[in-house]
């Protein structure tokens, strides 16, 4: 059975920490990784990896995919109030569309 | 404005009834989602769609039903066999089903079973 496992489970961070989230993986057929951030409703697209070793990046959020050791992390750098949500890893296989993680819980306090 | 349109944002069923949700797309979308999402959890798959009048059983599939008449709408019926309904369902559509298709999601429809 495909499986996603993501940790933390939630974090707590003052601005200004670097925060570091994992996602790890075991599935069939890997085919891509997929970060999401949901705040309160719809879940938005932060990043789809790939290939190994080349690191996306967005501003302050950049992520890395190793398909040797089967997992990715999000950086966040100096974190803001508004980076608070819910992170969510999935991944495509050969199997169903997505298999999603239970997400990483971050709140970022002033 | 493209996007992804769900509705009711709130919903309260009483134990029993069959209820359905809407989820509409104007991306010109082939494939669609519906998932659910519990406190605490991820995203579990329900059913998924990757063309018009077909469709295949998620994770979780069981006391659920769908249809999928037009490209653009993708309902979801939660039958009073699903036992428990109480959780945050939401909707997603992508080009396709395939490895390198980002999916897109509504803003969600909450529903309460009294």
């Known amino acids: 059975e495909d499986k996603v496992v993501q940790s933390p489970l939630s974090l707590v961070v003052h601005e200004g920490d670097t925060v570091t989230l994992n996602c790890s993986y075991e599935?069939?057929?890997?085919?891509?990784l997929l970060w999401y951030k949901q705040e309160k409703k719809a879940p938005t697209f932060l990043f789809m990896l790939?290939?190994?070793?080349i690191e996306k990046k967005s501003g302050r959020l950049s992520s890395i995919l190793d398909k040797k050791e089967l997992f990715s992390i999000l950086n966040i750098t100096a974190t803001q109030t508004g980076d608070s949500a819910v992170y969510l890893c999935?991944?495509?296989?050969?199997?169903?569309?997505?298999?999603f993680g239970k997400g990483t819980r971050l709140s970022v306090i002033a | 404005d493209g996007g992804i349109t769900q509705s009711p944002k709130y919903l309260f069923r009483k134990e029993g009834q069959n209820v359905t949700l809407s989820c509409e797309q104007n991306?010109?979308?082939?494939?669609m989602y519906w998932y659910r999402q519990d406190p605490g959890q991820g995203l579990r798959l329900i059913y998924y769609?990757?063309?018009?009048?077909?469709?295949q059983k998620g994770d979780i599939a069981e006391g659920y039903s769908v249809s999928r008449e037009k490209k653009e709408s993708f309902p979801l019926t939660v039958t009073s066999a699903q036992k428990n309904p109480t959780a945050f369902y939401l909707c997603?559509?992508?080009?396709?089903?395939?490895?390198?298709?980002?999916?897109?999601f509504g803003p969600g429809t909450r529903l309460t079973v009294l």
């Open positions: 599935v069939t057929n890997f085919r891509s």
């Open positions: 790939t290939s190994s070793g």
């Open positions: 991306l010109n979308h082939d494939a």
């Open positions: 999935a991944v495509y296989s050969g199997n169903t569309p997505l298999v």
């Open positions: 997603a559509s992508s080009r396709g089903t395939t490895s390198y298709n980002e999916q897109f």
């Open positions: 769609s990757q063309i018009v009048n077909d469709f």
